[in-house]
């Protein structure tokens, strides 16, 4: 494991081995079974290239509504609880003794992206996200807290997690593209990010 500082994201690289990632995926697949993924859409309408999902008491969903975090699936259940296995690298790393209360399921096929921004529909940002990559390698720009700054970006590989606390906390970040079909964790290629995020 190799731990990389880049302008407040602390980046832990290796950190999960690869039967951590196994259960991982086994966990995440149960989520999914129960909250399907969806590919939802802007606020103005667009769909997004990623698809998502969510466990925890909430999960963070957009639609023509807007951004914001909602305590059911969009088809009307609720979100199934965060798995063992992801609470337990956020007791590891995040340095916070609250719980985490959604866990976002981000799905990128070939050819998804996340575009720079910042997470903020958190009530609070006194409390880190932490974000767990499975599968494909995906290229993680990262910059500061205003729009239109210098960027940095990192290669992120199955079983690094990134802390974006502190500063790194409401600085601007994305996906710029994947390498789609890099990694074999995933069986039919892809790229799996969990963020786990305090909302309340
Ligand atoms: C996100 O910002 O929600 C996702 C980040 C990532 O996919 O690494
Ligand atoms: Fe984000």
Redesign the pocket.
């Known amino acids: 494991m190799a731990h990389l500082s880049v302008a407040g994201f602390e980046i832990y690289k290796g950190y999960l081995d690869s039967g951590a990632q196994d259960r991982l995926v086994t966990a995440v697949r149960d989520v999914v079974r129960d909250a399907p993924l969806v590919r939802p859409v802007t606020p103005r309408g667009q769909p997004m290239s990623v698809q998502m999902t969510a466990a925890g008491q909430y999960g963070w969903i957009t639609d023509r509504q807007g951004y914001r975090y909602a305590s059911k699936h969009p088809r009307g259940t609720p979100w199934p609880a965060i798995p063992e296995p992801v609470l337990a690298v956020w007791r590891a790393l995040s340095g916070v003794d609250r719980h985490p209360e959604c866990c976002?399921v981000?799905f990128?096929g070939e050819g998804a992206r996340?575009s720079l921004?910042q997470?903020r529909d958190e009530a609070s940002y006194d409390w880190p996200v932490l974000?767990i990559?499975l599968g494909d390698d995906?290229l993680?720009r990262m910059g500061g807290a205003m729009r239109g700054g210098k960027t940095q970006s990192v290669w992120?590989h199955s079983g690094d997690v990134?802390v974006m606390g502190g500063d790194a906390r409401l600085a601007h970040?994305?996906?710029d593209r994947i390498r789609f079909g890099s990694c074999s964790l995933l069986e039919n290629g892809g790229r799996l990010?969990l963020?786990l995020r305090v909302v309340t």
């Open positions: 976002l981000n990128y996340m921004h997470d974000s990559s995906g993680f992120l990134v970040h994305g996906v990010n963020t």
